[in-house]
């Protein structure tokens, strides 16, 4: 079985035109999950509903502890792109039974031409065939927290 923990970020993300801006909404890996006729186990909790860049120290200590204390061990963290190596190198630190793999998305998963779709199927497949550790996994390439490094010229994860 795998457990996913939501915390937010843009793939959450509903755009209202009026406010020409974003909000972090309800989580969409259940509905993206469904609609791939995902046929594995799985289990939902949404731990957070913020922007990676509002995440405030006790957050991170929340998903940190809500990852380390958890049964399962094939765990995916839903988490904004902004902070996600953040919270990735603090999970490494203090995980290392467990296979734990961190995704998001450039765009929101509501519109059309996201990569929420194609992050978090790649993610599912990495949760299952990973070795325990801590992982990022973005682009279609998977990283190690102290080997990556977001792109904001080319809005795409690299090793560094």
């Known amino acids: 079985m795998i457990r996913i923990f939501t915390t937010g970020g843009t793939i959450d993300k509903i755009y ?3 406010k020409n801006a974003f909000q972090v909404g309800e989580p969409q890996i259940v509905e993206l999950l469904q609609e791939a006729n995902i046929g594995l186990e799985y289990e939902t909790t949404s731990i957070l509903r913020k922007d ?14 809500t990852v380390r204390t958890d049964p ?8 904004g792109t ?7 190198r603090l999970l490494a630190a203090a995980v290392a039974d467990k296979t734990v793999i961190l995704v998001g998305a450039m765009q929101p998963a509501r519109i ?5 779709e194609f992050n978090i199927g790649f993610a599912v497949a990495a949760v299952q065939l990973l ?15 102290d080997k990556v490094r977001k792109n904001l010229e080319l809005n795409r994860f690299e090793q560094t």
């Open 131 to 145: 070795p325990h550790g801590v992982y990022i996994a973005m682009n279609g390439q998977v990283f190690t927290p």
């Open 72 to 79: 399962a061990d094939r765990i995916l963290v839903t988490h």
């Open 52 to 65: 990676s860049l509002d995440l405030t120290d006790a957050d991170r200590r929340l998903i940190v502890d």
């Open 82 to 88: 902004d902070t996600m190596i953040e919270t990735a």
């Open 112 to 116: 059309r031409s996201s990569d929420a």
């Open 16 to 18: 209202f035109d009026r």
